[in-house]
């Protein structure tokens, strides 16, 4: 019965594994990485320049809350604080109507 359980649960995560990595778009995440290294080196990046990267990478505005949700854990992994990355979130979502 232990065994059965264990089985069970080690089953579900390797499926939600398998499926994280199913749902991740290379060139989104380039997008995100590229966004989240603008966002480092500039905090007071403009919406528009945001908005370049997500056009250069060819992501729709339909996408562009998808990816721009992944940008805060990138800018977490980079080293910035919490609040930190809350506020430049702002110039994230700023960014998402000047998207084609």
Known sequence: MKFLIIGIFAAIVAFLIWRSKQNTDPKEQACVIEIG???????????????????????????CKHVGAMVMPQLRKQGLKPEDARILMGQVRAAYPLVP
Do not use: E, M
């Not at 603008?38 to 996408?63: C, N, T, Y």
């Open 37 to 63: 290294n603008l966002l480092k080196a500039h905090p007071d990046a403009q919406p528009q320049a945001i908005a370049d990267v997500f056009k250069k990478h060819g992501i729709d505005q339909s996408r």
